[in-house]
């Protein structure tokens, strides 16, 4: 974008439109362009309805599985609970659990975390961004493996 004469700015409509439709064509929740001054984002909002709906199914099994078996009720509802407290994904993106490849991991299942602490990182756009506990405490789950593809608002790991 750049300002015109007037102090207003000047929208390249074209190019909005052409980014808008390499969204809807790859996927991507959103871009970013820069071009000397000019800096153009484009994002696309997920509403929370979709991400309900694909999560939806999940807890009605678990609340119909209680009724037919009373005896399984307890291993279903454990990790229901420590999955509630999880923390989750600020973003879309890979996860990496260490710094680099060969290196140990940031921090492993039961090892004791403080406030800050680095857990894993999260690739998106070429950026790493440090994902950290935001409580001290024992880090009792790891719901993602090295590398994998992560969702806005994925659950990632427990702190207990």
Request: hydrophobic residues 50%; aromatic residues 4%; glycine residues 6%.
């Amino acid at each position: 974008m750049a300002d015109d004469k007037t102090g207003g700015m000047k929208i390249d409509a074209k190019l909005v439109r052409e980014l808008a439709q390499l969204i809807a064509d790859t996927d991507l929740t959103e871009i970013e362009v820069e071009d000397g001054d000019r800096k153009i984002r484009v994002a696309r909002q997920i509403t929370a309805a979709q991400v309900t709906y694909a999560a939806a199914p999940a807890p009605v099994a678990a609340a119909a599985a209680p009724a037919a078996a009373p005896t399984a009720e307890a291993a279903p509802a454990a990790p229901a609970a420590d999955d509630a407290n999880a923390v989750k994904s600020p973003m879309v993106g890979t996860c990496y659990l260490a710094p680099e490849p060969g290196a140990p991991n940031f921090k492993s299942i039961g090892d004791t975390v403080k406030e800050g602490d680095t857990i894993l990182i999260i690739e998106a756009m070429k950026v790493m961004n440090a994902i950290t506990a935001p409580r001290g405490g024992k880090l009792v789950k790891v719901l993602v493996e090295n590398s994998q593809p992560v969702e806005f608002d994925q659950p990632l790991f427990v702190i207990a």
